[in-house]
């Protein structure tokens, strides 16, 4: 996937919104970026604006503008070259980007080693780019890589079939085994709550939400985290039905039992067994 310019053109790939699932960057973060990305230099990585010029780009109030910016900066995925004291347009260099036009080619922007916007600093793109890596801007050292591909071709755990409590569906088409520990684990942690019916809701909602689905990596943590909210709004309690009252006798039968009652008095005191 590829956004294109007048000339040149940068891409984009699926690694970047696994930021967005695994929490690395929220999903404003994560728009401002890709506008950033789109207007960037495709020849330098380097955009001149502001949270200002985003702003009223995009129609996003100025505050949370300033406030993905310097998130995003936090988090190295650009740096600012701002002026103290000015609020005029500064040059945004996005770290790691991958010239796609002119005379450097081919070379990576390092913008954390760049000693100012006029002395940038390029190397040069050595690993192949692959589905799995975030955006062109963006390149996952080799050391998390290969971690990456070690978890990937782990094989998903298997709890035995007499142990099994229920299954989730993941992201990757998978399904996430529930364990009768874990329930049993889970219901002590959260008293209130009807763990075994709240699993299944959050499967019925998961179903229904297919773009909420977690990661493997990521289940339990939504898990906890829709228990705790059951928790907090009071819970699922199970109640027990109260036992039925015996029915009432009629009248008619309190009469009736009462004469039977006078008959078998005056019998036995007659002396008739």
Same mark, same amino acid.
């Given at each position: 996937?590829?956004?294109v310019r007048?000339?040149?053109?940068?891409?984009?790939?699926r690694?970047?919104?696994?930021h967005?699932q695994?929490?690395?960057m929220?999903?404003?973060?994560?728009?401002?970026?890709?506008?950033?990305?789109?207007?960037?230099?495709?020849?330098?990585?380097v955009?001149?604006?502001? /949270?200002?010029?985003l702003?009223s780009?995009?129609s996003i109030?100025?505050?949370?503008?300033?406030?993905?910016?310097?998130?995003l900066?936090?988090?190295?995925?650009l740096?600012?070259f701002?002026?103290?004291g000015?609020h005029?347009?500064? %040059?945004?260099?996005?770290?790691?980007?991958?010239?796609?036009?002119?005379a450097?080619?081919?070379?990576r922007?390092?913008?954390?080693e760049?000693?100012?916007?006029?002395q940038l600093?390029?190397?040069?793109?050595l690993?192949?780019?692959?589905?799995? /890596?975030?955006?062109g801007?963006?390149?996952?050292?080799?050391?998390?890589?290969?971690?990456?591909?070690?978890r990937?071709?782990?094989?998903?755990?298997?709890? %035995?079939?007499?142990?099994?409590?229920?299954?989730? %569906?993941?992201? /990757?088409?998978?399904?996430?085994?529930i364990?009768?520990?874990?329930?049993?684990?889970?219901?002590q942690?959260?008293?209130?709550?009807?763990?075994k019916?709240?699993?299944?809701?959050?499967?019925v909602?998961?179903? /229904?939400?297919?773009?909420?689905?977690?990661?493997?990596?990521?289940?339990c943590?939504?898990?906890?985290?829709?228990?705790?909210?059951?928790?907090?709004?009071?819970?699922r309690?199970?109640?027990?039905p109260?036992? %039925?009252l015996?029915?009432?006798?009629?009248?008619?039968?309190l009469?009736?039992?009462?004469?039977?009652?006078?008959r078998?008095?005056?019998?036995?005191?007659?002396?008739?067994?």
């Open positions: 996937m590829a956004i007048s000339r040149g053109f940068v891409q984009v790939r690694g970047l919104f696994e967005v695994n929490g690395e929220s999903m404003g973060e994560c728009f401002l970026y890709m506008a950033i990305l789109a207007n960037a230099d495709p020849a330098t990585g955009w001149i604006s502001s /949270a200002g010029m702003s780009y995009y109030p100025s505050r949370t503008c300033k406030d993905w910016l310097a998130k900066e936090k988090k190295r995925y740096r600012r701002m002026v103290q000015k005029a347009q500064y %040059p945004m260099l996005i770290h790691k980007f991958q010239c796609t036009d002119g450097l080619k081919g070379m922007l390092n913008a954390w760049s000693a100012s916007y006029q600093k390029y190397g040069p793109c690993e192949q780019c692959t589905d799995s /890596a975030p955006v801007a963006l390149t996952v050292p080799q050391s998390t890589r290969e971690g990456e591909k070690k990937t071709n782990t094989p998903a755990r298997s709890v %035995p079939p007499e142990e099994l409590a229920g299954t989730l %569906p993941l992201v /990757a088409g998978t399904f996430y085994e364990s009768r520990a874990q329930v049993s684990e889970w219901s942690a959260f008293p209130a709550v009807d763990v019916t709240e699993l299944k809701q959050f499967k909602w998961l179903d /229904a939400n297919p773009t909420k689905k977690k990661t493997r990596k990521g289940i943590r939504a898990i906890v985290g829709w228990l705790t909210r059951s928790q907090d709004r009071g819970g309690v199970i109640t027990m109260a036992a %039925p015996p029915a009432q006798k009629s009248q008619y039968q009469d009736a039992e009462q004469q039977r009652a006078e078998r008095q005056a019998m036995r005191e007659a002396g008739i067994q």
